[in-house]
């Protein structure tokens, strides 16, 4: 990865069998590439992650990763190309934390403080409001940016991971995570 860009992540998650793409972790692996080629280059990719709903439901468990990614669209408009991604791969929004066939969540674009303030674009909060309290966003991002720390709460992903809540199952997928 360039060193003078900024380190931007995406989140990746699934827990509904898509038409199209297949299983879950199909359907991110499938996400990973379209992504590719919408002007986004993955630098670094996290394994696959197997997490139970956040907030505990009994919905279908959750395929999750991370990927830190370059690229020249601007947050607001990379913000687009994830959310066209999804409606492309048969997300319905519906209730908030519903099973959904795709999710992706632009987490951070380098140290970008936007929406904490509760002025401006609601659709773009970055860093991502919430990602300090989900192991199924903080374990994989350990794998491909462990010395990253939150711009707003300007805590280390290290005391991150040990605040979460250890209610929260997050297993590695080790049967997925071969590279795609």
Same mark, same amino acid.
């Not at 996400?31 to 696959?48: F, K, N, P, Q």
């Given at each position: $990865?360039?060193?003078?860009?900024?380190?931007?992540?995406?989140?990746?998650?699934?827990?509904?069998?898509?038409?199209?793409?297949?299983?879950?972790? +199909?359907?991110?692996?499938?996400?990973?590439?379209?992504?590719?080629?919408?002007?986004?280059?993955?630098?670094? #990719?996290?394994?696959?992650?197997?997490?139970?709903?956040?907030?505990?439901?009994? *919905?279908?468990?959750?395929?999750?990763?991370?990927?830190?990614?370059?690229?020249?669209?601007?947050?607001?408009?990379?913000?687009?190309?994830?959310?066209?991604?999804?409606?492309?791969?048969? #997300?319905?929004?519906?209730?908030?934390?519903?099973?959904?066939?795709? +999710?992706? +969540?632009?987490?951070?674009?380098? !140290?970008?403080?936007?929406?904490?303030?509760? !002025?401006?674009?609601?659709?773009?909060?970055?860093? %991502?409001? #919430?990602?300090?309290? #989900?192991?199924?966003?903080?374990?994989?991002? *350990?794998? &491909?940016?462990?010395?990253?720390? %939150?711009?707003?709460?300007?805590?280390?992903?290290?005391? $991150?991971?040990?605040?979460?809540?250890?209610? *929260? *199952?997050?297993? &590695?997928?080790?049967?997925?995570?071969?590279?795609?």
């Amino acid at each position: $990865m360039n060193d003078s860009r900024p380190l931007i992540l995406i989140g990746i998650g699934a827990n509904l069998n898509s038409p199209e793409f297949g299983s879950p972790r +199909d359907t991110c692996n499938a996400a990973v590439r379209e992504l590719e080629t919408a002007g986004v280059a993955i630098v670094r #990719r996290s394994s696959w992650f197997k997490s139970a709903p956040v907030p505990v439901s009994d *919905q279908p468990w959750f395929i999750n990763g991370v990927v830190a990614i370059e690229t020249s669209l601007t947050p607001s408009k990379l913000l687009t190309v994830l959310q066209a991604t999804e409606d492309r791969f048969g #997300r319905v929004r519906t209730a908030k934390n519903a099973a959904r066939t795709l +999710d992706l +969540d632009l987490l951070a674009y380098g !140290e970008l403080v936007v929406g904490w303030d509760d !002025e401006g674009d609601t659709d773009l909060v970055m860093p %991502h409001p #919430r990602m300090n309290e #989900r192991a199924f966003v903080l374990l994989p991002l *350990q794998e &491909i940016a462990p010395n990253w720390r %939150h711009p707003v709460l300007n805590v280390s992903l290290e005391k $991150m991971i040990a605040g979460l809540d250890p209610g *929260q *199952q997050t297993l &590695i997928d080790c049967a997925s995570n071969k590279k795609p």
